[in-house]
């Protein structure tokens, strides 16, 4: 837990309805999982619900989340709907996020991810843009289909803001704030969602989109595009973690090292604009890792992902540094509450 953390976003559309903001960071299908396994957490210890988030701040996996979250389904049936079985709930999770693309897109790859590597140096940008063999389509019909088309099609009520990667200026776009183009909320998501290699990047109003993970995987920093400073800042990176799973694979920490440089820098800017703010960054320790990698988009892992969550994250809540903060801005009760067991 991180105590207390340019307005690179512009002002958001939409007023500030409270004290706490969530960022929830990039991380591939458990990253959603592990997402979706911390905030049912939060609500079941403390009584605070999610959505009353005064700013939910999306990148990639996050984003989905996101849209869930502010759709009113968040919610376990989120991902298995009425699945009988995990076979059955990975078979549904297989079709509806990983829908054959038509791969093409060499010339703007060239353009828009290697050459411009080749000039400034390599780096994972390189990437960007390349052709994938799926699309974020099935995706964006399924966030559709849960939060309803007058969500889909517009965009929450409340700060809401979605990270993408504008392949032409390769910067962040915080979709849902002046400083980016106006897009529908399930089109915002998908083009954060566009993992490259993985997904067709997302084109909207002529330029292309990717994940929004490629320029930071959570983008915290963006919360100070609010007018007021929050009182609690609640950070779930999934791709930020400070222990390394048994056995793990050398880019599995390169990936973490990277997501934790850029998180400290963006609390950094925190801190400096807010410091009486209170900040709590949650991270999958080496028992949700050993589910959720080496491969984070398995939709075969996202259960078990899920599951090893809750039943690791109420140790994390009742860290006296960590619940001592909830308690105090989340009004929560003495002690943690603990998830329900479950055998499924």
Not at 1 to 10: L, S, V
Not at 99 to 122: C, D, E, F, K
Not at 168 to 181: C, H, I, Q, V
Request: aromatic share 6%.
């Amino acid at each position: 837990m991180e105590n207390r953390t340019d307005r690179p976003g512009g002002p958001y559309c939409g007023e500030t309805m409270g004290s706490v903001g969530l960022v929830l960071g990039g991380g591939g299908i458990t990253g959603a999982s592990y997402h979706l396994g911390c905030l049912l957490s939060l609500e079941m210890a403390t009584g605070w619900h999610p959505n009353d988030a005064a700013v939910v701040v999306g990148t990639s996996s996050g984003a989905f989340t996101t849209a869930m979250l502010r759709g009113g389904q968040l919610s376990i049936d989120t991902f298995i709907d009425d699945a009988g079985s995990r076979t059955e709930a990975n078979e549904r999770l297989r079709v509806r996020c990983y829908p054959r693309a038509r791969p093409g897109g060499v010339v703007r790859w060239l353009r828009r991810g290697v050459l411009p590597g080749l000039t400034s140096g390599p780096d994972l940008r390189m990437v960007a843009g390349s052709p994938a063999m799926y699309s974020t389509a099935g995706i964006m019909d399924w966030i559709e289909e849960r939060i309803g088309a007058d969500m889909a099609l517009g965009w929450p009520d409340r700060p809401t803001v979605i990270v993408g990667f504008d392949l032409a200026s390769r910067k962040r776009a915080a979709f849902g704030t002046d400083a980016a183009p106006e897009v529908p909320f399930k089109i915002a998501v998908g083009a954060s969602l566009a993992v490259p290699m993985v997904y067709e990047p997302v084109q909207i109003k002529g330029r292309w989109y990717s994940d929004g993970g490629m320029a930071s995987g959570t983008s915290a920093d963006l919360v100070l595009g609010l007018d007021q400073p929050l009182d609690l800042i609640i950070v779930s990176a999934p791709m930020a973690a400070f222990d390394a799973r048994p056995g793990a694979r050398f880019y599995e920490g390169a990936f973490d090292r990277v997501g934790r440089v850029a998180l400290d820098i963006e609390l950094a800017r925190i801190r400096d604009a807010w410091p009486e703010t209170d900040i709590v960054v949650l991270r999958p320790d080496d028992k949700i890792l050993e589910v959720s990698r080496p491969n984070p988009m398995s939709t075969r892992a996202a259960i078990p992902a899920f599951l090893r969550t809750l039943r690791t994250m109420r140790d994390q809540l009742s860290r006296p540094e960590v619940w001592e903060v909830l308690r105090h801005h989340l009004g929560a009760a003495p002690r943690p509450v603990a998830p329900a067991r479950t055998t499924w």
